[in-house]
């Protein structure tokens, strides 16, 4: 069994006294900034004039150049999105780190697909929370936390290990527990999740079950709530207990339904599918055509989002969840 890192197992905290530059204010920037921020860390915020700027001094938090922040900070965290930490760390990071310092992630792409190579005598770790940065923050004001991953890249001072756990138990991890990887397991395994199963595998799931019972006739509005709204409570039943406590829980005609038709959805081709997926992600390919797209004014990542934002689902979500006053974002 893995070994599982909690609040009382993290003996040193080697973080405390230490400055840290969360680089990005965004989904994870705002929330390991605040949670740190609340666990007694010296923070500073190291992010480009704009709207994140603003909120980050909203926040009282003292806010600086990515290059300021990082030649200031011993452990900078970079929070920026992916596709844009190879050139930033360039031209702002880089130089601004002396031996000795932390360089840390929340995702182990760039470093594993060779985008940054960090100089020998800074540690590279990574604490990866398995959760978007709302609930990280959210979590955390509930008393509870999103369970985190971490990895040690590289161990310069001979402390990585205890100060990657000290920054997991800062940013509330260890409250939930966190497990110990590798930044190549951590990567391809955090791609093929959003890529074949949370994300690209859910929406496109339930898309197509909207499109079927459309396609038959049926009110969109009606197979919105079926496929789509659903889906929540569904997933909460299954988060709380797996899939025994959801099978438990809907009819029997239902779970008869699932053993019967299941399979028949997601076939053995799916599965196929899926394995070509993680193949592009271990052999680089997926990391390269965001990589290229990106140089390339992300034409076709834009072409994709407008394609997908045209679908009726969006429209009839849209009027749908503004009449549902108990959805978080209409309250
Ligand atoms: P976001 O897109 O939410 O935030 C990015 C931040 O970077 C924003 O504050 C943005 O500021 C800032 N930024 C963008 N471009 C620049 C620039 N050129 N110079 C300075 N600042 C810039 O990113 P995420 O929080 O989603 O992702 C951050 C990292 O966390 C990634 O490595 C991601 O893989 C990882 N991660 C994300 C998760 C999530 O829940 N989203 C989950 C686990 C890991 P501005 O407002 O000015 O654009
Ligand atoms: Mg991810
Ligand atoms: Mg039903």
Known sequence: MVKVYYDDSVKEDTLKGKK?????????????????????????????????ADSAKADNFEVFSVAEASKQAEVVMVLLPDETQGSIYENEIKDNLEAGNSLVFAHGFNIHYD?????????????????????VRRTFTEGSAVPCLFAVY????????????????????????VIETTFKEETETDLFGEQAVLCGGTTHLVQAGFETLVEAGYQPELAYFEVLHELKL?????????????????????????????????????????????TDIQNGNFAKGFIDDNKNGFKEFHRMRAEQKGHQITEVGNKLRDMMPFIDQNK
């Open 20 to 52: 840290v530059a969360v680089i990005g204010y965004g989904s994870q920037g705002h929330a390991h900034a605040q949670n740190l921020r609340d666990n007694g860390h010296d923070v500073i915020i190291g992010i480009r004039a704009g709207k994140s």
């Open 115 to 135: 985008v940054i190579q960090p100089p020998a005598d800074v540690d590279v770790f990574l604490v990866a929370p398995k959760g978007p940065g709302h609930l």
């Open 154 to 177: 590289q161990d310069a001072t001979g402390g990585a290990t205890q100060t990657a756990l000290s920054y997991a138990k800062g940013v509330g991890g260890t409250r939930a527990g």
């Open 234 to 278: 569904i997933v909460d039943l299954m988060y709380e207990g797996g899939m025994e406590k959801m099978r438990n829980s809907i009819s029997n005609t239902a779970e008869y339904g699932d053993y019967v038709s299941g399979p028949r959805v997601v076939t053995s081709e799916v599965k196929a599918h899926m394995k070509d997926v993680l």
